[in-house]
Nanobody, 122 residues
Framework: QVQLAESGGGLVQAGGSLRLSCVAS????????IGWFRQAPGKEREFVAA????????YYAYSVKGRVTISRASFSNTMYLQMNNLKPEDTAVYYC???????????????WGQGTQVTVSS
């Protein structure tokens, strides 16, 4: 059974940085596409970033491009989302995910973590 667990969220001031981590049990991320989504209160879950199996191909939402980086530790079950220059509108619960197909849609992924809260104060 595959389980994903995020960590690293918290409260940060605007302009600050956070690094989110996601550890998987039952899956090695190097064999799968990985992604991060987020959901703000009252809004639908939205795409943030994704990377293919090799890590060469990456996609970022326009709202975060240039400020976040998705990565995975080599030959391990850990993935990351480095977030810099955070803005109040980045406040949301962030979810890590993994799947067989690289994509920008929720339906492209089959396993999800429980989420970690990121709050950015102005």
């Amino acid at each position: 059974q595959v389980q994903l667990a995020e960590s690293g969220g918290g409260l940060v001031q605007a302009g600050g940085s956070l690094r989110l981590s996601c550890v998987a049990s039952g899956r090695t991320f190097s064999n799968y596409a990985i992604g991060w989504f987020r959901q703000a209160p009252g809004k639908e879950r939205e795409f943030v970033a994704a990377a293919g199996r090799s890590g060469v191909t990456t996609y970022y939402a326009y709202s975060v491009k240039g400020r976040v980086t998705i990565s995975r530790a080599s030959f391990s079950n850990t993935m990351y989302l480095q977030m810099n220059n955070l803005k109040p509108e980045d406040t949301a619960v962030y979810y890590c995910t993994s799947g067989s197909r690289l994509g920008l849609s929720i339906s492209d992924y089959d396993y999800w973590g429980q989420g970690t809260q990121v709050t950015v104060s102005s």
